[in-house]
């Protein structure tokens, strides 16, 4: 169970760094063949750009857990109680349907990749796998999204609101 608590707070920030690490080695691989053995790889950069690609849309959760995707600072620090948690709630539920809007068109975008059966110019790599990275980054933000609307209503309705006057 502590490991299922750490892989909820770490899970993205892992896959960031996991694909960070790839994306290093496999440009420093590409840098080594060309400047050392005078050959250049013609997979690296391709691949290094869907990491890349990928890296972007996980990072859509990893903002929207770490809340640091949209700073409300400005207005929340004024306010206090409930008004505040309203604030907070008002910003999930509009990241929310605008996610919800967007989930259904990755997806759409991702069958048609599937259908259509083209794979990469240099790696031969189904492009399917690079356009299911939108529906996977929109998916992982709209769970995030849920535990953070979760978490501020808990917070608001324990013991009555009090919780609420942070």
């Known amino acids: ?25 496999i440009m420093g691989v590409q840098v080594c063949a060309r400047y050392i053995f005078n050959f250049s790889l013609s997979w690296t950069e391709e691949l290094t750009r ?16 770490k809340a640091i995707a949209i700073r409300l600072e400005q207005l929340t620090d004024k306010l206090k109680g409930l008004a505040k948690s309203a604030v ?25 990749a599937i259908e259509s059966g083209q794979v990469s110019t240099a790696c031969e790599m189904p492009m399917w796998m690079l356009q299911a990275a939108p529906f996977a980054g929109f ?22 609101g009090e919780a609420c006057q942070q």
């Open 139 to 160: 998916l992982l933000a709209e769970v995030r999204l849920a535990q953070k609307f979760y978490l501020e209503i808990k917070k608001c309705r324990k013991k009555g």
């Open 88 to 112: 907070f709630i008002l910003d999930y539920v509009l990241e929310f349907v605008f996610l919800a809007y967007m989930i259904p068109a990755a997806w759409r975008y991702l069958m048609t």
């Open 50 to 65: 869907y990491l890349f690609v990928w890296s972007g849309f996980l990072s859509i959760g990893f903002a929207t857990q």
């Open 1 to 25: 169970m502590k490991a299922l608590g750490w892989l909820n707070k770490h899970f993205e920030e892992m896959l960031l760094i996991v694909l960070l690490m790839v994306m290093t080695l």
